[in-house]
């Protein structure tokens, strides 16, 4: 049997199944074309999904990753003497070398971010930046609001063929990693 270690890779798929993104599985995927997947399936896990979403929030941020809290500090002090987020961001963050963007990508739903980080953001005013760095597993970050908006559910149709794959991922793989198991 052929076993792989496969990360969630998105929020909406951590979302549909019901776990974290940093949850990994164990999988057997050489019994892929064994596996089954009713329309009935298919429905409730969309159903269990649109149910989460329902009055959520998705959010826009600009990011800046240091690998000091004195560092951060330092580009929070100039932040808030009125320099420029995504100019510091540019010449500054650590992230920058992997993923070279300010903006993490579009909006996210609240489900992508930890309880400190989804504070945060939930008190800030879109344009504002948080007032001190959040502590991460590869550093310090200083976020940016950048937009708000009502969390989109997908309809069912639009989200069938993903929803179906990540049936079919769960049928195969056992969860280990943070989480309900």
Known sequence: MRRFARPVRTAAAASILGAAVSVSFACDYS???EVQVSDQ?????YRAYAAGIEG??????????????EAARALIRRLDAGEDFEKLA????????????????????????????????????????GPNPVKGTLGFGIYK??????ARVPSAEEARATVRALVVHEKLCQRSGPGPH
């Open 31 to 33: 019994k892929l074309g």
């Open 145 to 150: 609001l950048a937009g708000v908006r009502p």
């Open 90 to 129: 540019l010449a500054h963050s650590a992230h920058l070398a992997k993923e070279p963007r300010v903006d993490l990508g579009g909006y996210h739903g609240e489900d992508r971010w930890g309880a400190q980080t989804l504070g945060l953001l939930r008190s800030l005013k879109v344009g504002e930046h």
């Open 41 to 45: 399936e298919i429905a409730d896990r």
């Open 56 to 69: 959520k929030k998705e959010y826009r941020v600009l990011y800046i990753r240091t690998d000091t809290e």
